[in-house]
């Protein structure tokens, strides 16, 4: 592992496999509080995290006439929970057991009058050990987690750039604490077969929502390569997806995961990252949306077709 901030540091999983695991709860935690308070939005898109200049964060929670928020900080590593009715509580984040980050967290929003009753336990993991049993994963490396912040805000930047390019249904950019991973999903506008399910302690009517109309879906994730990899596939996926060219050098389909992939640290060692996972986007999708008879014309546009308008 490297102490580099540049913008595209390097963080080998390995490293920091503990802390991956046990951040995966806690943000699990924090999602579930969301998720227990906001109206169901396609395709489950209100249960999700947002990147944020210092970390991830629900954004405003509806509850009775106000709001709350909760915010992971990865530079001063804290967990802020804000509300619009009854002020502010902190929970630092440090090496800890779930159980007492669970124990914490719901001890906080309880001196701030938020009820917050939520599934106790994790999902699309196996085992799925209850939260407030959970004392296997206690580590945090806030050095390791900064990082992989700072890795979140590239993935979130270039593929908030990608998702500029389409007019038609489009997720926002947003951080999926199921599989944690950053994912954008762009939409065909036709129904797809009800999914199978089969994802480990996760219902597959969960999924069927998910997977309700067909998609092209794109995004990173801490694992699939040494340091994390882009990801993309299509949800049916056409006849011949697995075998399209897609770029840039370093980016395959991965018979293990059924989807392409780009390893992170392939990207980050290009003359142009940049570049790279744009091309890795931009190919991918087309195989996709070509392959499975999209109407591209209607659903994608140049983003900057206003830029040169005088009056602007």
Not at 64 to 87: K, M, N, Q, Y
């Amino acid at each position: 592992m490297t102490t580099s901030t540049t913008a595209w540091p390097s963080l080998r999983v390995s490293d920091w496999t503990p802390t991956r695991d046990t951040l995966h709860m806690w943000t699990q935690i924090v999602g579930k509080i969301r998720m227990a308070h906001a109206p169901l939005v396609n395709h489950w898109w209100q249960v999700a995290l947002y990147v944020t200049p210092r970390g991830l964060t629900t954004s405003a929670v509806p509850y009775g006439t106000g709001a709350f928020e909760i915010e992971f900080d990865f530079i001063d590593h804290r967990l802020e929970i804000r509300s619009s009715e009854s002020g502010t509580r902190t929970v630092p984040l440090r090496p800890m057991p779930v159980a007492e980050f669970y124990a914490q967290v719901m001890a906080a929003l309880g001196e701030l009058g938020i009820e917050a009753t939520i599934r106790p336990h994790p999902n699309e993991v196996d085992p799925a050990i209850p939260f407030a049993s959970d004392h296997t994963h206690d580590s945090y490396d806030g050095e390791a987690v900064t990082l992989f912040w700072r890795q979140l805000l590239q993935a979130n930047r270039v593929i908030g750039e990608f998702r500029s390019h389409f007019v038609g249904k489009v997720s926002p950019v947003h951080f999926f604490w199921g599989g944690m991973d950053l994912a954008c999903t762009r939409f065909s506008g036709r129904a797809a077969p009800p999914h199978p399910g089969g994802v480990p302690n996760c219902g597959d009517w969960v999924m069927v929502e998910g997977y309700s109309r067909e998609l092209s879906s794109c995004g990173f994730w801490p694992g699939g390569g040494e340091e994390g990899a882009f990801y993309s596939y299509a949800y049916p996926g056409p006849d011949g997806f697995a075998e399209a060219p897609i770029a840039p050098d370093g980016a395959f389909f991965s018979s293990e995961f059924q989807q392409f992939l780009l390893p992170y640290e392939v990207a980050r060692a290009a003359p142009d990252p940049d570049r790279a996972v744009a091309e890795f986007l931009r190919t991918s999708y087309e195989a996709a949306a070509d392959l499975g008879h999209w109407d591209r014309i209607a659903l994608e546009d140049n983003p900057r077709r206003w830029h040169r308008t005088p009056d602007a």
